[in-house]
């Protein structure tokens, strides 16, 4: 990149887990500067975090339509070039149709939103302006899910035929909500988290890390959804069996009241001449495994990896990188994008590899969909292209 771009933050005020998370990956590579916030619905609150970060105090914000009007009226070579959307999710479609309407790019937080017709808006709106809008599954940022996905493009694993994937937590096992738990209470609020709980905080990660590797498309589901804590308004327990076109079959299980499990994630692929297992918990390794020899190990930083894997990697193998470098792998590669349509140039390869809007569209008519089986009890049809897709 020719300068370092800028970037403004709406959410991620003080407490926020997954507003540092966002920044610790945005500054990682030094492309990118946080010059502009508003942070917080509470005015004191939101300068209060733009002096911890060391902001100019005229560039911390009230509110976001604040920051949206003033940042668009700065000159462009001092106007931030993206905003980056922490907040819960009932506003990211609000916060992000007026930063795209603004002339800015964008970098959300999934879900998307919390319905589809806000979903299918936000794409349209993206394309009209030509943007670009990166939603942060990070997970596709892992070098060995890329490494999975290049493996899965080349036929290494044949015909596919069936799909695991599982998603588990076990930090709402009890009413955290009821007691005064921030992020508890708005995750499990369908007011501001949406009609699905557990099925749309990580079932959303679950549905999109599914689709990135294999590139299958959904066809049908069927789903259950269970509330095991007391009280509580939203799922955090689904079982959702999948169908694809052209005949592969998958199960999507997401839970948040397994105890004492605390982020296992893990993604199964079965096909014709083999199968592979990636784990979150250990992201660094790939297994592949065959009907008639030994199974394989890839391990990541290694220079037998494919391009997409090795140039998701900033360390040498043994070295664990986790969490915080597939956030930041999302940034950078939509960074790539921004500055590509900034000098009028073609992206590179790398610079078109991060979840898009359409992604997150699909994600939300997931969730829909999902709900709408299990009240029914019994297969919906699944199959969606969102608008630009």
Same mark, same amino acid.
């Given at each position: 990149?020719?300068?370092?771009?800028?970037?403004?933050?709406?959410?991620?005020?003080?407490?926020? $887990? !997954?507003?540092?998370?966002?920044?610790?990956?945005?500054?990682? =590579? #030094?492309?990118?500067?946080?010059?502009?916030?508003?942070?917080?619905?509470?005015?004191?609150?939101?300068?209060?975090?733009?002096?911890?970060?060391?902001?100019?105090?005229?560039?911390?914000?009230?509110?976001?339509? =604040?920051?949206?009007?003033?940042?668009?009226?700065?000159?462009?070579?001092?106007? /931030?070039?993206?905003?980056?959307?922490?907040?819960?999710?009932?506003?990211?479609?609000?916060?992000?149709?007026? $930063?795209? &309407?603004?002339? $800015?790019?964008?970098?959300?937080?999934?879900?998307?939103?919390? @319905?589809?017709?806000?979903? &299918?808006?936000?794409?349209?709106? *993206? &394309?009209?302006?030509?943007?670009?809008?990166?939603?942060?599954?990070?997970? @596709?940022?892992?070098?060995?899910?890329?490494?999975?996905?290049?493996?899965?493009?080349?036929?290494?694993?044949?015909?596919?035929?069936?799909?695991?994937?599982?998603?588990?937590?076990? %930090?709402?096992? @009890?009413?955290?909500?009821?007691?005064?738990?921030?992020?508890?209470? %708005?995750?499990?609020?369908?007011?501001?988290?949406?009609?699905?709980?557990?099925?749309?905080? !990580? #079932?959303?990660?679950?549905?999109?890390?599914?689709?990135? *590797?294999?590139?299958?498309?959904?066809?049908?589901?069927?789903?259950?959804?269970?509330?095991?804590?007391? &009280?509580?308004?939203?799922?955090?327990?689904?079982? *959702?069996?999948?169908?694809?076109?052209?005949?592969?079959?998958?199960?999507?299980?997401?839970?948040?009241?397994? *105890?004492?499990?605390?982020?296992?994630?893990?993604?199964?692929?079965?096909?014709?001449?083999?199968?592979?297992? %990636?784990?979150?918990?250990?992201? =660094?390794?790939?297994?592949?495994?065959?009907?008639?020899?030994?199974?394989?190990?890839?391990?990541?930083?290694?220079?037998?990896?494919?391009?997409?894997?090795?140039?998701?990697?900033?360390?040498?193998?043994?070295?664990?990188?986790?969490? !915080?470098?597939? $956030?930041?792998? /999302?940034?950078?590669?939509?960074?790539?994008?921004?500055?590509?349509?900034?000098?009028?140039?073609?992206?590179?390869?790398?610079?078109?590899?991060?979840?898009?809007?359409? =992604?997150?569209?699909?994600?939300?008519?997931?969730?829909?969909?999902?709900?709408?089986?299990?009240?029914?009890?019994? %297969?919906?049809?699944?199959?969606?292209?969102?608008?630009?897709?």
């Amino acid at each position: 990149m020719s300068r370092r771009l800028r970037y403004g933050m709406v959410g991620g005020g003080p407490g926020a $887990f !997954i507003g540092e998370v966002h920044r610790h990956a945005a500054a990682l =590579d #030094g492309d990118m500067q946080l010059v502009a916030g508003a942070f917080s619905a509470d005015e004191a609150r939101s300068a209060h975090q733009g002096e911890l970060l060391g902001l100019d105090p005229e560039r911390t914000y009230a509110t976001f339509q =604040d920051m949206a009007a003033h940042e668009a009226a700065l000159p462009p070579e001092q106007r /931030i070039d993206f905003v980056s959307i922490v907040t819960p999710n009932h506003l990211h479609y609000e916060v992000a149709r007026l $930063f795209l &309407e603004a002339g $800015f790019h964008v970098v959300c937080d999934k879900p998307l939103c919390t @319905t589809v017709e806000e979903a &299918e808006a936000l794409c349209r709106l *993206v &394309e009209n302006r030509d943007a670009v809008f990166a939603l942060t599954h990070n997970y @596709t940022g892992y070098p060995m899910v890329k490494q999975a996905r290049a493996l899965v493009r080349q036929g290494k694993l044949g015909e596919l035929r069936k799909v695991v994937v599982d998603y588990s937590q076990g %930090w709402l096992a @009890t009413r955290l909500e009821g007691a005064g738990h921030k992020q508890a209470e %708005w995750r499990t609020d369908p007011a501001r988290a949406g009609v699905g709980g557990a099925l749309g905080d !990580i #079932g959303t990660h679950a549905e999109n890390l599914v689709s990135y *590797v294999t590139g299958l498309e959904l066809e049908g589901l069927c789903a259950d959804l269970s509330t095991f804590v007391d &009280e509580r308004a939203l799922d955090d327990d689904a079982n *959702v069996l999948l169908r694809f076109r052209g005949g592969a079959r998958g199960v999507l299980s997401v839970s948040q009241i397994a *105890v004492g499990v605390e982020n296992d994630l893990s993604l199964r692929v079965h096909g014709s001449e083999g199968s592979l297992h %990636w784990r979150q918990e250990s992201p =660094d390794t790939l297994r592949i495994r065959h009907a008639d020899r030994p199974a394989e190990v890839y391990r990541r930083g290694n220079p037998y990896l494919a391009p997409v894997a090795s140039g998701a990697t900033r360390l040498p193998p043994g070295h664990p990188e986790g969490f !915080i470098e597939a $956030f930041a792998n /999302i940034y950078r590669n939509a960074a790539g994008a921004m500055a590509a349509r900034g000098a009028g140039t073609v992206p590179a390869p790398r610079d078109l590899d991060f979840p898009t809007v359409q =992604d997150g569209a699909r994600g939300v008519f997931f969730v829909h969909r999902a709900v709408e089986s299990a009240r029914a009890g019994g %297969w919906v049809e699944a199959g969606y292209t969102p608008p630009g897709g």
